[in-house]
């Protein structure tokens, strides 16, 4: 079984930035698609950011330009560097390591909050 941690959250105000990290328990972050989700108060898990095995990054649009995926295989670690924070940042963020048709597990989450 592998565990992924999320760290970095935290309370901070608009325009600020934060860093998350996401851990993995095993080497897997580079031979998996690794993403970030987020889930609202009261609202259903949303798509964040992603970066596939063979290094490409896509992001949803809410967060283009603002937050940026990557990841250091040698700390078998993926972070996702969020600036310009706005309010409807606000969320518990997860962070994913899927191989389709392997494996597909989740973090416990961070919980990021951007008060205006």
């Known amino acids: 079984q592998v565990q992924l941690v999320e760290s970095g959250g935290g309370l901070v105000q608009a325009g600020d930035s934060l860093r998350l990290s996401c851990a993995a328990s095993?080497?897997?972050?580079?031979?998996?698609?690794m993403g970030w989700y987020r889930q609202a108060p009261e609202k259903q898990r949303e798509f964040v950011a992603r970066?596939?095995?063979?290094?490409?990054?896509n992001s949803a649009d809410s967060v283009k330009g603002r937050f940026t995926i990557s990841r250091d295989n040698a700390k078998n670690t993926v972070y996702l560097q969020m600036n310009s924070l706005k309010p409807e940042d606000t969320a518990v963020y997860y962070c994913?390591?899927?191989?389709?048709?392997?494996?597909?597990?989740w973090g416990q989450g961070t919980q990021v909050t951007v008060s205006s």
């Open positions: 994913r390591a899927e191989r389709v048709g392997r494996y597909d597990y």
């Open positions: 095993k080497t897997i972050v580079s031979n998996s698609n």
């Open positions: 970066i596939t095995s063979g290094g490409t990054t």
